[in-house]
């Protein structure tokens, strides 16, 4: 390794060690990569604990209960094992051992969406009018009747879960589903985002221009603010430059 690109260590076992504490008394736990990331790059810890803290601590549009809600949908369908600090703050928010289990219905429907898609594929000519949608749907409205929770929640936690597996017909659906039932648009929004993490960012950015196409064709009737990101050109990425750049 060259000297170059060493990484500096000129933390010392003390600062490191306060760092981590701070940190732990901040969000009552500590995670291995909290660590790794105040001894390597303390910049980077400090700019993913600013993230982190708006992302899912500060209060936005969903409810605390609400939002572990989506949490949990998102983190049994990512099978993120470690995150049982969310059982606490469902629990700090009033909820209970049934959302729990309600949320793990929820996310195990979800896994077996797309076979619903597989029949009417290649069934669907053995079987009179079947259709996936509709099929999905009604099993879903048995399956979550006496859940208790609202079907404008019960969308955005399945848009957010069917992004983390970038299963983008079924994230399109619990969009337009969110809209039919009056969704707050900046809770839909919050939703999407708290997958970011367990899903992963490019996913969110798939789940962002699938949301933003939907506005676009008038599918939905979105909010001036949201139809003016929709309808603002340039947000192609890279390829959309490089294929600008060859037109000229």
């Known amino acids: ?9 000129n933390s010392s076992f003390n600062k490191v060690k306060n760092n981590l504490k701070k940190l732990r008394k901040k969000r009552g736990y500590l995670l291995p990569h909290h660590g790794l990331l105040a001894i390597s790059s303390p910049k980077l810890l400090e700019a993913y604990d600013s993230t982190y803290t708006a992302l899912t601590l500060e209060q936005r549009v969903l409810s605390e209960w609400e939002k ?6 998102i983190l049994i369908s990512t099978g993120e094992a470690i995150a049982t600090h969310h059982l606490d703050r469902l629990k ?9 289990e309600n ?4 996310a195990a429907w979800a896994e077996g969406a797309n076979q619903h898609n597989f029949v009417e594929a290649h069934w669907g000519e053995h079987l009179d009018e079947f259709e996936a949608i509709k099929v999905y749907r009604k099993g879903l409205r048995k399956l979550t009747k006496d859940f208790g929770i609202e079907p404008w929640l019960l969308e955005v936690s399945l848009a957010a879960c069917h992004q983390c597996h970038r299963r983008w017909f079924w994230v399109r659906e619990h969009i337009l589903g969110a809209y039919k039932h009056s969704v707050d648009e900046n809770a839909l929004a919050e939703g999407l985002s708290l997958a970011m993490f367990p899903g992963g960012v490019p996913n969110f950015v798939d789940a962002c221009d699938i949301w933003k196409k939907l506005i676009a064709e008038d599918a939905v009737a ?26 000229q």
């Open 1 to 9: 390794m060259s000297e170059k690109n060493t990484v500096p260590r």
């Open 103 to 106: 949320t793990l219905l929820i």
């Open 68 to 73: 572990e809600i989506v949490w949990l949908v």
């Open 222 to 247: 979105a909010s001036e603010p949201y139809k003016a990101w929709a309808l603002m050109s340039g947000q192609g990425g890279f390829d959309e430059v490089v294929r600008a750049s060859k037109k």
């Open 92 to 100: 700090r928010s009033g909820g209970s051992k049934v959302d729990v």
